[in-house]
């Protein structure tokens, strides 16, 4: 156990639909990232949060928006949503800002759209 | 683009062997990488880490080679256990300078008993 959780554990919706994603980093992580698995693919980073300020972004689409709330929790919403949407979302968190910092990864959420 | 990768999608190892998981990069400016190893159902666990400064770092069984003018890292596991069987993630960033993971499409091992 990581001690990251991630609710939900999965999630079906329809094309057009919008969704949130929740995670909770390990206790004094001040740090969260958001990473996404499609199939046969590696993880993609999408965004970083530090202290629930955005710290750095990767490919994330205009579609999806995430944020950092004061107790260090972290929402990732996905709107307009499209079949190649359809992955894994994990979430990590790590001490400090930096990324020689380890992470630590939660279980992810299975999003499938329909 | 993919700036970090792992050509060998599968490796099937004896127990008691070695493993050698590769991986390559394309931005020299990365400077730290990491493994990564996965189990299903589970998110990736950290397993070993290399700064650019070393060219190898050790971990009980598990040893990260790293080959900076080719660009290039290894994960040797000696001896190979039934529980290795995973699959692992080598991932870099360039430190200070950017705060993003790269990783590679990961490798998947099978150790036989």
């Known amino acids: 156990d990581s001690g990251v959780t991630q609710t939900p554990k999965h999630l079906i919706t329809a094309t057009g639909q919008r969704v949130t994603l929740r995670c909770s980093p390990r206790s004094g992580d001040l740090s969260v990232y958001w990473y996404q698995q499609s199939l046969d693919q590696g993880l993609q980073f999408l965004i970083q949060?530090?202290?629930?300020?955005?710290?750095a972004k990767g490919n994330i689409l205009e579609r999806f928006s995430a944020q950092q709330f004061p107790d260090l929790h972290s929402e990732l919403n996905l709107s307009s949503l499209e079949l190649g949407d359809s992955a894994l979302y994990f979430c990590a968190s790590s001490k400090g800002r930096l990324s020689s910092y380890e992470q630590y990864f939660g279980p992810g959420t299975r999003l499938t759209v329909t | 683009d993919q700036q970090v990768k792992q050509n060998s999608p599968s490796l099937s190892v004896q127990e008691g062997r070695i493993s050698i998981l590769n991986c390559d990069y394309t931005n020299s400016m990365f400077d730290y990488f990491l493994w990564y190893k996965k189990y299903p159902a589970e998110g990736p666990t950290f397993l070993i880490s290399i700064s650019s400064i070393k060219d190898k770092n050790e971990d009980g069984r598990f040893t990260v080679f790293l080959n900076k003018s080719a660009k290039h890292l290894s994960l040797h596991i000696v001896p190979s256990q039934p529980g290795d069987s995973a699959v692992y993630f080598c991932a870099a960033s360039a430190g200070d300078t950017g705060n993003q993971f790269y990783f590679g499409t990961g490798t998947s091992l099978t150790v036989i008993p």
């Open positions: 949060y530090y202290n629930g300020e955005e710290r």
